[in-house]
């Protein structure tokens, strides 16, 4: 059981906007900034947003994060059926001193 | 481009030692800008940060396997390794190397593909 907890599952059908919560506490997403993955089993695990809300270069504008508080956001806008996939935020823990991943949700884009 | 490859044993018998290696192509594990991470997966959960090496060998490691991890690097040869001991099925996964950023950490960009290890007798 992570200390930062994601919904198991979402979905949404082609064009629509999607959003994928992590909530946590004062000693993680309330002092550090959140991170955000996609993975497609079988594939390497690939950064999409970095401090809450930068995007790396080659990364659609349809990712976008945010941050309030002790939660975070994924939205993903324009869904694609490629956009299929885990989506796992990360961020510092700092009572356990080091990263710690969300359980991960599942898009499923119907 | 920074590349990394994971290599290594893809079956280990209850009790022995995992024992994985990560390649970095493209780049130097001797740069100072970043650390050099593993990170695993096991079937049906989440991911999870097993720990962190230093170009200096200064390690951090996940608490919750802490007895029994060691990260080692060499620089010689642009590689780290994992060693994980009396490992049981629980210890499962898809392992995976990647790059952390030291002024932005957990910021995992690339990674490697990933190699399963079963733990079985």
């Known amino acids: 059981q992570s200390v930062v907890t994601q919904p198991p599952s979402a979905s949404g059908t082609p064009g629509q906007r999607v959003t994928i919560s992590c909530s946590g506490s004062s000693s993680n997403i309330g002092s550090n900034y959140v991170y955000w993955y996609q993975h497609l089993p079988g594939t390497a695990p690939k950064l999409l947003i970095y401090?809450?809300?930068q995007r790396p270069s080659g990364v659609p504008d349809r990712f976008s994060g945010s941050k309030s508080g002790t939660s975070a956001s994924l939205a993903i806008s324009g869904l694609r059926s490629d956009d299929e996939a885990d989506y796992y935020c990360a961020v510092w823990d700092f009572s356990l001193n080091g990263p710690v991943f969300g359980g991960g949700t599942k898009l499923t884009v119907l | 481009q920074v590349q990394l490859q994971e290599s290594g044993p893809g079956l280990v018998k209850p009790s022995q030692t995992l024992s994985l290696t990560c390649t970095v192509s493209g780049g130097s594990i001797n740069d100072s800008t970043y650390y050099w991470t593993w990170i695993r997966r096991p079937a049906g959960k989440g991911l999870e940060w097993i720990g962190r090496?230093?170009?200096?060998?200064?390690?951090k490691y996940n608490p919750s396997l802490q007895s029994r991890l060691t990260i080692s690097v060499d620089t010689s040869k642009n590689q780290f390794s994992l060693n994980l001991d009396s490992v049981t099925a629980a210890d499962t996964a898809v392992y995976y190397c990647a790059r952390d950023f030291v002024r932005d950490t957990n910021r995992f960009d690339p990674w490697g593909q990933g190699t399963m290890v079963t733990v079985a007798s």
């Open positions: 090496i230093y170009n200096s060998g200064r390690t």
């Open positions: 401090r809450n809300n």
